[in-house]
């Protein structure tokens, strides 16, 4: 697996029908309407905020190495599969990642563990004098919360929190190799941490293809720990990791308005905000409630009209609907492509 | 007041550090003290014993939340757990929880932008303080780049009628810093406690070349046939990259460290290399505070740092346990050209003051017009405390001796490498310092003839053990 891979298998969902930086607004996690809508059209979820820190120039790359092999064309702006590529797709190992429920913030659980075990890792020894690894304040707080009236230097805690981990990763489903990066990223008193650099060394590849491989390793461990009776003190450690509003903080704050009955354009006006942007929170809403009630927007038979049509040309383009349908505006089309995802899966 | 015997029983040492005793007896005789230790000299003693005898508690003023962290994470480690930390990136609930049991700690290392916090200082105003100190006090000097804008807060606070005494601690200070210090702090009469900078467990050897790839070989044989632990700084992070890689090359177990890696590989280059998995480091001026290894043999520069104050800190980090330690200096002369333009890179130019002047003036935010007029953060900082103050002229004219000032500072340092005169006491000098008794292994310019140390190279034998993951776990928690 590397970043070419995955975005092989992305390009292939929204095959001819995006430009080259969807893919990047993709894996970066970019809040914008336009992704927010392109996550849902194209089932693309998993894949969404990835690699919140993405550089445009790794990204580049990749995708120059899908177009000299000859696995994807430009076509005008558009990028699509290649023959070959699409015989590629079906050879593609299967992804297990959950971007759109964790978003980044599996690094938080994983800089919860690594603490956890580098603490109890000392304190069986009996040394309580150490460099904590993780320097990040909010983590250290979790840790030591997490720690407190617990039997720390009792050499029988550590080796069943040892044996909790060893298990979830046993249960998850992940490769060997995953297990052994999750492993070796872990510092104690006998042992410290491998760098990224160092486990590229070891096991070759590059370090970007190894911090993939750890961060589908996190999404495959962490479902397998939350709220499980299994795992009660890894369940702990994943508290709060989980998105649990999957609406922006200021789509949150338009849905209260319109929930108190306002109109988008007065949301506008209380929120100060453009248009454009209240438009992007609606559709937001549309796509996390399967009950958002499109007909507010749109009458029944336009959205079973777009739908139709829609099928009929085998695209969900906008612009291609947009001509059948001039009355319609941008907005009223990519809700009603939101809202009916349903009906054309 | 037997103070030795405080420190024997309450802190575990035979006898003080040179120092040490005089400014805690300043203090605890109620003066304002600017005490001028080099660094790791054990500073936090300073008012760490007088804290702990007196009644009330010890006021610390960081300028760093990382240093800061890490000190009050050491106090605890040594026992004293009466420590807090407190910044404004804590979140807020934590940070009402401390303050709610402010008087039960007695030591509160804060950062100065908590004092412009009402709710804070009026906190503050209520609990009994026996002393307030300033860590790195230069940094209230304008004429560095250090400064801090929020350290002219604290003198605002320290008008207080009836306050503690003062302590200020810095590791260099020259005479127009020193005035700074007293100015901005409003210290009363305050006594200078000096110590000598001088290290003389420290040789130094400043090594001719012309090129840098000779600077490469050498560093490649130096590093094969002598001792480590040991640090390489390097001008960037390509060079220190690329310097690891050529010693990786040769089996050396080394890494390179700057701020370009993220930040849980740097923690673990720093763990490896104090556990002494690592022999080395590469790395640009970003490693080395907070990194507490006292066996450090060898630092290499690979080129020419801009200070001779940033000279003497990094090779202070060498040899704090007291053993013999080596300094080295690869030069060629291109050198002077390449860290004059990085100094000069780092200064916002005419232009950019004009641009970012006019644009606060049309409104923009600070943030968006300073990244219009390409300025760099530290640039920014001392721009916009400027700008409160200053008019457009004067701030040109400011920021014009501020840069005549750095390539004067950068003079002195090529004078110090090319003179042909004791590395040792060139340096000192710099420090107004007058030269004692040399050591024997002094510097390449006294001779170096009898560092046999250096070459006493024990094999030690590759722990290349490999665990599997399950393994290795169980080797950390049983
Ligand atoms: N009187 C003493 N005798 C022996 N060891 C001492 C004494 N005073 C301090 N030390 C030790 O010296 C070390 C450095 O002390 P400290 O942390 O105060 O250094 P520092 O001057 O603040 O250094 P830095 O500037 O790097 O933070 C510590 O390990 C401390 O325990
Ligand atoms: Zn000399």
């Known amino acids: ?345 | 007041m037997d103070l030795n015997r405080i420190l024997l029983e309450r802190f575990g040492y035979e006898s003080f550090r040179p120092g040490q005793e005089e400014v805690i007896r300043h203090l605890l005789d109620k003066r304002d003290t600017i005490a001028i230790l080099p660094t790791g000299m054990g500073k936090s003693l300073c008012y760490q014993l007088p804290g702990s005898v007196l009644e009330g508690s010890v006021l610390i003023i960081s300028p760093l939340v990382s240093l800061m962290e890490d000190q009050a994470m050491r106090m605890r480690q040594n026992g004293e757990k009466r420590v807090v930390a407190l910044n404004s990136f804590l979140p807020y609930s934590e940070r009402q929880r401390i303050m709610g049991q402010l008087q039960n700690y007695k030591f509160i290392f804060i950062s100065p932008e908590m004092l412009s916090q009402e709710a804070f200082s009026r906190k503050l105003n209520r609990i009994r303080l026996s002393l307030v100190v300033i860590d790195e006090a230069h940094c209230i000097s304008q004429w560095g780049f250090d400064f801090r804008p929020d350290y002219l807060r604290i003198g605002d606070f320290l008008k207080l009628k009836g306050r503690p005494p003062l302590l200020a601690l810095t590791a260099t200070a020259d005479e127009k810093v020193l005035n700074d210090i007293q100015h901005y702090f409003k210290m009363e009469k305050p006594i200078v406690q000096r110590h000598s900078l001088d290290r003389p467990n420290i040789s130094y050897s400043i090594v001719e070349v012309h090129s840098s790839q000779e600077k490469t070989a050498w560093i490649k044989e130096r590093v094969a046939q002598t001792v480590g632990p040991g640090i390489i700084y390097a001008s960037s992070r390509k060079r220190a990259d690329e310097l690891a890689i050529e010693l990786q090359l040769e089996g050396i177990a080394v890494q390179s460290y700057h701020a370009g890696k993220e930040q849980d590989d740097r923690s673990i280059i720093q763990e490896q290399f104090l556990m002494g998995d690592l022999e080395w480091i590469c790395a640009t001026n970003a490693f080395g505070m907070g990194v507490h290894k006292d066996d450090i043999r060898q630092v290499i520069h690979d080129h020419l740092p801009p200070t001779i104050a940033a000279y003497i800190q990094e090779v202070g980090r060498a040899g704090r346990d007291g053993q013999p330690a080596a300094a080295s200096l690869l030069y060629m002369p291109t050198d002077e050209q390449t860290s004059s333009f990085i100094i000069q890179s780092d200064m916002p130019r005419e232009e950019e003051i004009r641009h970012y002047h006019r644009m606060i003036g049309e409104g923009h935010s600070p943030g968006s017009a300073s990244e219009l007029a390409s300025l760099t953060e530290t640039g920014k900082r001392v721009l916009d405390y400027y700008m409160e103050h200053y008019s457009l002229e004067e701030i040109l004219l400011k920021f014009h001796r501020l840069s005549t000032e750095k390539n004067e500072q950068l003079r002195q340092m090529v004078q110090l490498v090319t003179g042909g005169l004791c590395i040792r006491q060139r340096a000192l000098s710099y420090f107004g310092e007058m030269g004692g008794t040399k050591p024997v292994e002094c510097c390449s310019i006294c001779g170096l003839e009898t560092v046999k140390w250096l070459y006493e190279k024990s094999i030690k034998p590759s722990a290349a053990e490999k665990f599997s993951w399950d393994e290795r776990i169980t080797n950390l928690l049983g």
């Open chain 1, 1 to 345: 697996m590397n970043l070419s891979s995955i975005l092989l298998f992305v390009i292939s969902k929204m095959n001819g029908q995006r430009t080259l930086n969807a893919g990047l607004h993709l894996l970066r996690g970019k809040k914008s309407g336009q992704t927010l809508t392109d996550v849902e059209y194209f089932n693309v979820k998993p894949f969404f905020a990835i690699l919140p820190k993405l550089e445009e120039s790794t990204y580049s790359q990749a995708i120059d190495e899908l177009l000299d092999s000859g696995l994807i064309i430009q076509d005008e702006k558009f990028i699509k599969l290649t023959e070959e590529g699409s015989k590629r797709v079906e050879e593609l190992p299967e992804f297990h990642f959950r971007g759109w429920d964790y978003r980044g913030r599996e690094m938080i659980f994983f800089g919860r563990i690594a603490l956890l075990v580098q603490t109890l890792s000392f304190l069986r020894e009996g040394e309580f004098s150490f460099n904590p690894i993780q320097k990040d304040r909010d983590i250290q707080i979790f840790v030591k919360r997490l720690l407190e009236r617990q039997p720390l230097t009792d050499p029988g805690f550590a080796k069943r929190i040892g044996d909790e981990l060893k298990m979830a990763l046993l249960k998850s489903g992940m490769s060997e190799i995953q297990k052994y990066i999750f492993a070796c990223r872990l510092t104690g008193s006998t042992a410290t941490a491998k760098t990224w650099d160092q486990l590229a060394a070891e096991l070759g590849g590059g370090t970007d293809a190894l911090r993939l491989q750890f961060i589908e390793c996190l999404h495959r461990l962490l479902p397998i720990v939350e709220d499980s009776d299994e795992f009660p003190f890894l369940g702990k450690v994943a508290f709060g990791i989980k998105v649990n509003s999957y609406l922006t903080d200021s789509a949150m704050h338009t849905k209260r308005l319109f929930d108190q009955g306002h109109s988008m354009a007065s949301i506008a006006t209380i929120r100060k905000l453009k248009m454009s942007t209240i438009e992007d929170h609606v559709i937001e809403m549309a796509m996390n409630d399967k009950r958002f009630p499109v007909t507010h927007f749109v009458s029944e038979e336009l959205i079973q009209a777009v739908v139709s049509k829609s099928q009929e040309l085998g695209t969900k383009r906008l612009k291609l609907l947009k001509d059948e349908f001039d009355t319609l505006s941008y907005f009223e089309l990519r809700l009603i492509m939101t809202a009916c995802k349903e009906v054309d899966n």
